[in-house]
Antibody, heavy 117, light 111 residues
Framework: QVQLQESGPGLVKPSETLSLTCAVSGYSISSGYYWGWIRQPPGKGLEWIGSIYHSGSTYYNPSLKSRVTISVDTSKNQFSLKLSSVTAADTAVYYC??????????WGQGTLVTVSS | QSVLTQPPSVSAAPGQKVTISCSGSSSNIGNNYVSWYQQLPGTAPKLLIYDNNKRPSGIPDRFSGSKSGTSATLGITGLQTGDEADYYCGTWDSSLSVYVVFGGGTKLTVL
């Protein structure tokens, strides 16, 4: 059974960089698929942040591309998200996920990140 | 404002059927597969439908999906109180670059 678990600070100051890691168990990232991040502001809908193929190719939401970096560490079987210059609008539950191209078949439980001073 | 358009809410009685629409354009739904997700309160979304009309293992056949042109529809028959949730459609969009887009979500109320 594939399982994903997000980890990282729950509180980030405005203008700083949000950093999250997703640990994957039950499947080797280097075996394939896309690995991505999706967020959901409180009371709002889902927003795709971006994804990375196991080979390292990345695909980012154009509206966030200038601030986002997704990377993968196959040795630790985990992947990471960095979102720079955050504002209150970046407050959301952040989900990591396994994507088979255009759809997600496994989701993490989500982690709330609040941007506040 | 979401790239894909869904009705904010739908409702129906237990045992009845409901449909949820998802409207897009040629840069997304019109040329790509559509997926559907169910999000129960306080939980992560769950895949219900992929490739327009395929159900993952474990998803009952009460849930169905279809696509026509630039629109897609999720159907749920034999409604149960446990189906009360938010439902999202998703697909690729290639208007600016290739990335995944979601609808704004539809709140299903089982009366």
């Amino acid at each position: 059974q594939v399982q994903l678990q997000e980890s990282g600070p729950g509180l980030v100051k405005p203008s700083e960089t949000l950093s999250l890691t997703c640990a994957v168990s039950g499947y080797s990232i280097s075996s394939g698929y896309y690995w991505g991040w999706i967020r959901q502001p409180p009371g709002k809908g889902l927003e795709w942040i971006g994804s990375i193929y196991h080979s390292g190719s990345t695909y980012y939401n154009p509206s966030l591309k200038s601030r986002v970096t997704i990377s993968v560490d196959t040795s630790k079987n985990q992947f990471s998200l960095k979102l720079s210059s955050v504002t209150a609008a970046d407050t959301a539950v952040y989900y990591c996920a396994r994507a088979r191209g255009d759809y997600v078949d496994y989701w993490g439980q989500g982690t709330l990140v609040t941007v506040s001073s | 404002q979401s790239v894909l358009t869904q009705p904010p809410s739908v409702s129906a009685a237990p045992g009845q059927k409901v449909t949820i629409s998802c409207s897009g354009s040629s840069s997304n739904i019109g040329n790509n597969y559509v997926s559907w997700y169910q999000q129960l309160p306080g939980t992560a979304p769950k895949l219900l439908i992929y490739d327009n009309n395929k159900r993952p293992s474990g998803i009952p056949d009460r849930f169905s999906g279809s696509k026509s042109g630039t629109s897609a529809t999720l159907g749920i028959t034999g409604l149960q109180t446990g189906d009360e949730a938010d439902y999202y459609c998703g697909t690729w969009d290639s208007s600016l670059s290739v990335y995944v887009v979601f609808g704004g979500g539809t709140k299903l109320t089982v009366l």
